[in-house]
């Protein structure tokens, strides 16, 4: 199964859950075996599992929209007590919580193109808009990004020029 890591890191990173991800990883698989003789030999596997990829969590996310948890009172009341201590630095996790906040669409075209490196053309064809599209999407996810990772940086007191020898 080529592909599988890259695929499930990917899901990972779109998701927010390993559960889930592994499950839609499966999924992807699944619906790759069903569906090969759709695909043209010679062309790019990897980008046509990262397309069904995609249509696989869009799926997956039209189904949360059904389903409402509402914490239950006593949780609420935890989270708010704790103050976590301030970081020296920002860590992966934090990274990876400002790549979350990221609206879906944006979040995936820095994915893939910056994460995964596809090509733009690439990305054009797994999510099925035109390459101008996959240009603004990735122009506007990386703004955003950079903005949640600033305001991250700011709010943990690091300074904007702080790097080495600074």
């Known amino acids: 199964m080529p592909h599988l890591h890259d695929l499930y890191r990917t899901a990972v990173k779109m998701l927010g859950d390993r ?7 499966q999924e992807v698989y699944l619906q790759a075996w069903k569906s090969f003789e759709r695909f043209t030999p010679g062309t790019n596997c990897r980008a046509w599992l990262y397309k069904i990829l995609i249509h696989t969590v869009h799926h997956e ?10 914490p ?9 007590s704790y103050t976590p201590p301030i ?5 992966e996790r934090e990274i ?6 990221v609206p879906p669409d944006y979040r995936t075209a820095v994915l893939l193109a910056d994460v995964e490196e596809f090509s733009y053309k690439d990305i054009a064809h797994i999510l099925n808009v035109p390459i101008g599209t996959v ?5 506007r996810g990386r703004s955003l990004l950079r903005e949640r990772l600033a305001e ?8 904007k020029g702080g790097g080495c020898g600074a």
Request: hydrophobic share 45%.
């Open 72 to 80: 239950d009172s006593q949780e609420v009341l935890d989270g708010a």
């Open 61 to 70: 996310r039209r189904g949360w929209f059904g389903a409402r948890v509402v």
């Open 87 to 91: 970081p020296e630095q920002i860590m």
């Open 19 to 25: 559960a889930r991800a592994e499950d839609v990883v």
């Open 96 to 101: 990876l919580q400002a790549i979350e906040t």
């Open 152 to 159: 991250m940086a700011r709010s943990y007191g690091l300074s």
């Open 135 to 139: 240009m603004s999407r990735l122009s």
